[in-house]
């Protein structure tokens, strides 16, 4: 008996291994002989390769050491990726995902004590399957969060705005107590399987204010007020931030999102404040999102320049958080490059031709070639696509085709997919 629960033992314990040695299903669908050389990409890249072909480099492995690469999901990958080539080619070439919409508020709890958690289970299937590490997007914002949560009466059917203008928003305490009630459902539920949280998504002001108010859409800092009397109005981002550590434990890697830090340097300065003074008050966020929706017109120098500044932030963690020392990051959490810029920005439809691709090819090389940097010195753990591929983009439109991503509409990778695997490679010294 002895002999046969060790057998079993040994049999469970090998298969485990070779389970997570290999990376699951992404052995099964890439050629083990490749050798991410240059001389190999040089070949390689006068090929018209689909992302899902067994002969293609999976991107991620470029990065190995360096960085995760990501993208968005839709949840359900797991179930089709045989048969679909954009679920396969997610499943190969990318170690990190996210859900584009469906791990919002507005999806997960639309109403009170309604819960929607299906893609969300079915993203952590596909997580599992290609061995990613996973990002929950995003716990608290102004959009995308049901507005019953806002309102005095949650029936009301007025608008959020309208409820605002006459007085019937909720209260301070009903706002935590509904936000409270999502977290201890939603954290629970994720917390050994999504490693990284976008808790607040997007609270620094593009005017004036520090934070955002009604001004631009979001009635979080009026209705929490400036509950410790320090003069800012950022004390709901403090209660989500240790509501989700409570819930969720120290294991989570907690993090702050927001867009235009990458060429905005007055937006940086006021993520940098904002984080230090949460810091500074023993609030653990372990990082920053540079969302980067960028354009093919990216002054790369200042967005080097905007990612130093709260790199700086990672010595102040460590001496708030010494236990944790090391552990803060920067996260490029929803990368694609806007190819209507100049003066297509207002154009109609525009035939993308080879110069074009070729002139984004080298600003994704330059762009990468500057993450790299930060890469290397281990502050950014992870670069992640807001979309497969061109026909998957939020910033597409029916007159406006735009080609922003590293993979064309027919699932065959572009010039700037090679691009972006050279600057790694140059990092890497193979
Ligand atoms: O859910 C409804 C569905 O019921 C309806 O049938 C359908 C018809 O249009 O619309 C659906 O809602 C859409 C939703 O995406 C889900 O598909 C919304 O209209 C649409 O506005 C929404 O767009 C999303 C946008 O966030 C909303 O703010 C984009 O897909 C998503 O890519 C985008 O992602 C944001 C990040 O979360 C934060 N940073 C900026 C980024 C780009 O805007």
């Known amino acids: 008996m002895k002999r046969l629960i060790s057998f079993i033992l040994c049999v469970t314990v090998a298969l485990s291994l070779t389970s997570c040695s290999f990376g699951g299903v992404k052995k099964k669908l890439t050629d083990p002989d490749l050798t991410y050389s240059m001389e190999e990409l040089e070949e390689l890249q006068t090929r018209e390769l689909k992302i899902s072909d067994y002969e293609l480099p999976a991107l991620y492995k470029y990065f190995e050491g360096k960085c995760r690469i990501g993208v968005v999901t839709d949840g359900y990958e797991y179930t089709n990726y045989e048969t679909d080539d954009r679920a396969k080619g997610i499943l190969k070439n990318y170690n990190a995902y996210v859900l584009e919409n469906a791990m919002k508020p507005d999806h997960c709890n639309p109403a009170p004590g309604v819960y929607d958690f299906d893609a969300a289970d079915a993203f952590v299937k ?154 500074r008050k023993g609030v653990r966020i372990d990082g920053v999102g540079f969302q980067s929706h960028i354009g093919s017109d990216i002054d790369i120098d200042i967005y080097r320049k905007n990612l130093e500044k709260i790199s700086g932030l990672s010595k102040i963690y460590d001496e708030c958080f010494p236990e944790y020392k090391g552990n803060f990051r920067i996260q490029i959490t929803e990368l694609e490059m806007n190819m209507r810029v100049g003066e297509l920005a207002d154009a109609g439809f525009h035939p993308w031709s080879d110069e074009d691709y070729a002139y984004q090819a080298d600003v994704y090389y330059r762009l990468f070639d500057m993450l ?16 497969t591929d061109d026909g998957h983009s939020w910033i597409n439109s029916d007159l406006k085709e735009n080609v922003p991503l590293l993979v064309d509409r027919k699932y065959r990778v572009k010039p700037a997919y090679w691009a972006v695997a050279r600057a790694a490679i140059e990092h890497s010294g193979k």
């Open 372 to 387: 790299m940097d930060f890469a290397d010195q281990g502050i950014i753990d992870l670069i992640l696509f807001w979309g």
């Open 126 to 279: 596909t997580g599992e399957l290609g061995s990613a590490e996973l990002r929950a997007h995003t716990v608290v914002w102004h959009s995308q969060v049901p507005e019953w949560w806002f309102k005095a009466d949650p029936e009301d059917t007025g608008s959020v705005k309208e409820c605002y203008k006459k007085g019937r928003l909720a209260t301070r305490e009903q706002l935590e107590e509904r936000l409270r009630t999502y977290i201890d459902e939603l954290v629970p539920r994720y917390k050994n399987t999504v490693k990284y949280w976008d808790v607040v998504n997007e609270a620094i002001s593009d005017n004036d204010n520090i934070i955002k108010d009604h001004t631009e859409k979001s009635y979080w800092s009026e209705i929490f007020g400036d509950v410790d009397g320090d003069g800012y109005y950022d004390d709901y981002i403090e209660y989500a931030f240790n509501t989700v550590r409570e819930v969720g434990g120290d294991d989570l890697v907690l993090m702050i999102n927001d867009y235009y830090m990458e060429w905005d340097e007055t937006k940086t300065q006021k993520m940098y404040d904002t984080v230090e003074r949460m810091l």
